[in-house]
């Protein structure tokens, strides 16, 4: 049986500006930016969090939410989700984006999530081989 747990929650922001995106939700949810984590590059910056990560993502969609479920079987963690109702949404590198059984339809949607392989560790708790130090 493969593993999946919620790894994290990301905040889609549609701006320019991905850090005074996460200025405003580091102030909303009461925690700092923190630019050293591995995960702050690019689209992204971390906020400091007890376990598990709450990143804010520069995207060109709408702003809303969505989860990521981290997995070790990206392929049986899809097929369990699609009997739960979900819906194959797209294929990326290294996560599957679905659709939540809500009744929402895709582009309105702000129920979707991603199936994905952690990048920094593992269901088991030992890190990731493409692991970002």
């Known amino acids: 049986m493969h593993r999946s747990r ?22 909303a949810v009461g925690r700092p930016v923190d630019l050293k984590h591995w995960g702050s590059r690019s689209n992204y910056r971390m906020l400091e969090t007890p376990p598990g990560d709450v990143q804010i993502q520069r995207v060109e969609h709408d702003s809303r ?5 981290e997995t070790d079987d990206i392929s049986a963690e899809v097929a369990r989700l699609e009997k739960l109702g979900a819906g194959l949404v797209e294929r990326a590198e290294r996560w599957v ?3 939540a059984s809500t009744g929402q339809r895709r582009p309105r949607s702000d129920h979707d999530f991603c199936a994905n392989r952690s990048l920094q560790t593992k269901c088991d708790g030992s890190r990731s081989p493409d692991a970002r130090s």
């Not at 919620?6 to 405003?24: G, H, N, P």
């Not at 939410?65 to 479920?69: E, K, N, Q, S, V």
Request: aromatic share 6%.
């Open 6 to 27: 919620l790894c994290a929650l990301l905040i889609d922001c549609k701006t320019s500006d991905v850090d005074e995106a996460a200025r405003f939700w580091a102030k």
């Open 65 to 69: 939410a969505h989860l990521d479920i």
């Open 97 to 99: 984006v679905m659709q």
